[in-house]
């Protein structure tokens, strides 16, 4: 989305800072928009009262799912955030620093009962699905074992639609559903 390529994790704070975001859903219509920091994306979601999903890909260090809990828990957002990661060895260690903070397993292979395994362990914890991995059906009776559902990413209502039917928990969508 920026005019930098790379992982992020190879480039300093200030390469990062320096970057412009150049596509998205609207772009057109905003110029000169930059990477906030995740304390600014907090702020934001605690004055609007938003639920923050922050996403953990590649770090250096184990010390830093630490530092990662300590900034959200500064921004009183540890009650109205969850950390959701591809990876659940890093869900499994964030458990181990914070009892609390919800945690959420993105995947995109068809619901197993490894995952459901995983969410035991690491609970409080959802499914975040790619949704073209998961049925609503599988929605379903993933919710009647308790178990909260979300899906990926999503950009249309007919899409959407089977899914609100089946009541899953949360859709990530790059538009607005409504309009499509």
């Not at 605690?46 to 990662?68: G, N, P, R, T, W």
């Not at 059906?137 to 308790?146: A, C, M, P, Q």
Request: net charge negative; aromatic share 8%.
């Amino acid at each position: 989305m920026t005019d930098g390529t790379g992982k992020t994790k190879d480039h300093t704070y200030d390469q990062i800072r320096n970057l412009n975001i150049v596509a998205g859903n609207g772009i057109e219509a905003h110029s000169g928009l930059r990477i906030p920091t995740l304390e600014e994306v907090l702020d934001i979601c605690k004055s609007y009262q938003m639920h923050a999903f922050v996403e953990i890909e590649e770090y250096h260090h184990d010390a830093d799912l630490e530092v990662l809990l300590q900034l959200i828990d500064r921004h009183g957002m540890l009650e109205t955030c969850s950390l959701i990661c591809f990876n659940a060895d890093t869900l499994r260690k964030v458990r181990e620093i914070h009892r609390r903070v919800q945690l959420g397993y993105l995947t995109s292979q068809p619901p197993s009962d490894s995952d459901l395994d995983l969410i035991q362990q690491v609970k409080p914890a959802f499914l975040d699905y790619d949704y073209r991995a998961i049925k609503p059906e599988d929605v379903r009776r993933l919710l009647s074992k308790g178990i909260d559902v979300s899906i990926w990413t999503v950009n249309s209502w007919e899409d959407a639609e089977p899914f609100i039917e089946s009541g899953v928990t949360y859709i990530t969508t790059d538009t607005n559903l409504m309009e499509s």
